[in-house]
């Protein structure tokens, strides 16, 4: 009797720990497992295929690269429109889907969290502007039927694979959507009832959108809220201007805390699905603005995929298979970095400041960029604020960054680059002026008045930021100019005025 009551006990403890291992996989689990992703644009969802946008084949490498590199996630966009036949029922080409399958098994059998959508869907994004009710119906009905075929075809994948309903439903009204998206879940719930689906809010479906959505069913235990920002786009689209100040830095937490109090009050977890900034951002505000999304997605408990189209948006090489300085602050961003990086320079010397948020950290370890690889360059003191750098190359820009490690826990800081320009005659004090050439107040506030007594015709005025760049150029062929400095941060800038005969320079101060 007593066997038999320890074989009935041992069963009972193997089925509850098959329940315990098996268990449905929660959208509050999934979003803190989910962590630091990647989006692997311009392939699947290229038009009308794969390769149509000069991206290679999608490789099972990238995949063992992503997972080695750090990540815990990967976005697959799919456009799905150009596969499927043009008449009812509008069956999937079957090569498209079984390629489908196979990038989606690569990265899930790397225990990589997979998500895949319905990307460039142009028709289906139209609909409202459709006029003839037959054709919207139609159109309707086709993704009716892709996202029930789809949901068929994987519906036996592991739960790290999860459903994106549509991306950024631009030219949709509100109305349609929230249409859209109670339709489609239904379906996807036909054959799928417990995987995570993730839905957005109309337009490029940023913050905004996100929470003038209504949620597709609100007793639906399965669902994530997802966002995008590219914002300020004049900075991150457009490479205009440059990001880092305290104001930046507020508008976007701004953003994370209205998707956080809309997700607590809702209990629905909220993912970032793409974010980033083009190449031709001026660098070191490009650093800052990336370190500064990972660590507010992290503080506010937001999984995020970074967007890379292998473009302007690169992180990852697919090509050479190599990361840029993008992927250490992606992976290694956390709220206790070292920030706020800073040099002073002195003719070939530097002073490298920066600030730490940690008590808690081991030595600081100052990293030199030397040719693609950030090497050691001083080992400091855990509470080490700055480093004096002397001798300099001139005219060539030096790469620096931070790493140190807390409770095991490897952290970097963004890396901060800079130009030591040659002296071009800093003057100091209207006695050393040639040509009267005055600039004042110094240190300034946002308005620098310059005079000189003599104007030299074709002379040319430059105002250089601490790390070399232009920022300001324009003839000088007045007394008197009035340079507004609003826009520019707090530092060190060199003020140089150089035309034929004249090369005069004054290093200011912005306050």
């Not at 009972?12 to 268990?23: D, P």
């Not at 235990?221 to 997802?226: E, H, P, S, T, V």
Request: overall charge negative.
């Amino acid at each position: 009797m007593k066997s038999i009551y320890n074989i009935v006990l041992l069963n009972c403890l193997l089925i509850s720990l098959v329940a315990r291992i098996s268990a449905q996989l929660t959208p509050q689990e999934a979003i803190l497992q989910m962590g630091r992703g990647i989006n692997l644009g311009n392939s699947l969802d290229a038009v009308p295929t794969e390769t149509s946008w000069g991206n290679p084949l999608i490789q099972e490498y990238y995949f063992d690269d992503f997972a080695d590199a750090g990540f815990t996630c990967v976005r697959i966009p799919i456009t799905w429109k150009f596969h499927v036949s043009k008449s009812a029922p509008y069956t999937i080409d079957p090569i498209w889907l079984d390629r489908v399958d196979t990038i989606v098994s690569w990265g899930l059998r790397k225990g990589l969290y997979i998500i895949i959508n319905a990307h460039h869907e142009d028709g289906l994004k139209a609909t409202d502007t459709v006029t003839n009710l037959i054709a919207k119906a139609d159109t309707l009905a086709k993704y009716d039927s892709i996202w029930s075929q789809v949901s068929y075809r994987f519906r036996d994948k592991s739960d790290h694979l999860l459903f994106e309903i549509l991306n950024e439903p631009q030219m949709m009204t509100q109305a349609s959507l929230d249409q859209l998206n109670v339709r489609i879940l239904s379906i996807i719930r036909k054959t799928n009832p417990t995987r995570i689906v993730l839905f957005s809010g109309t337009s490029y479906s940023g913050a905004n959108q996100l929470i003038a959505t209504q949620i597709p069913d609100p007793a639906d235990n399965y669902l994530i809220g997802y966002f995008h920002s590219y914002d300020p786009w004049s900075f991150a689209g457009l490479a205009q201007g440059t990001y880092g100040s305290s104001g930046d830095i507020n508008a976007s937490n701004a953003k994370f805390v209205q998707v956080s109090n809309w997700s607590l009050a809702n209990n629905i977890p909220v993912t970032l699905d793409e974010c980033g900034a083009v190449k031709q951002c001026d660098y070191n505000s490009r650093m800052i603005y990336y370190a500064t999304l990972v660590e507010q997605a992290l503080n506010k408990n937001v999984a995020f995929n970074v967007w890379d189209d292998n473009g302007n948006f690169q992180t990852y090489n697919r090509n050479s298979r190599t990361w840029n300085e993008l992927k250490d602050i992606i992976i290694y961003t956390y709220k206790e970095s070292p920030t706020r990086l800073q040099v002073e320079v002195t003719d070939s010397n530097a002073v490298f400041r920066w600030v730490n948020r940690t008590t808690e950290n081991d030595s600081i370890v100052v990293e030199k960029l030397a040719g693609d690889v950030f090497d050691t360059f001083a080992i400091l003191a855990p509470d080490a604020d700055s480093i004096y750098i002397p001798d300099l190359d001139l005219n060539v820009y030096h790469y620096f960054r931070l790493k140190t490690t807390m409770n095991d826990t490897l952290i970097y800081s963004y890396p901060f680059r800079f130009k030591i320009s040659p002296p071009v005659g800093i003057i100091n004090n209207m006695a050393e002026a040639e040509n009267g050439f005055v600039v004042y107040p110094n240190p300034a506030g946002n308005f620098i008045t310059l005079r000189t007594d003599v104007i030299v015709p074709g002379s040319i005025l430059n105002i250089y930021d601490n790390s070399g760049r232009n920022i300001y150029s324009n003839r000088f062929n007045e007394n008197e100019l009035i340079i507004d400095m609003s826009q520019y941060h707090s530092g060190i800038y060199f003020i140089k005025l150089e035309g034929p005969g004249i090369s005069l320079g004054r290093k200011l101060i912005k306050q």
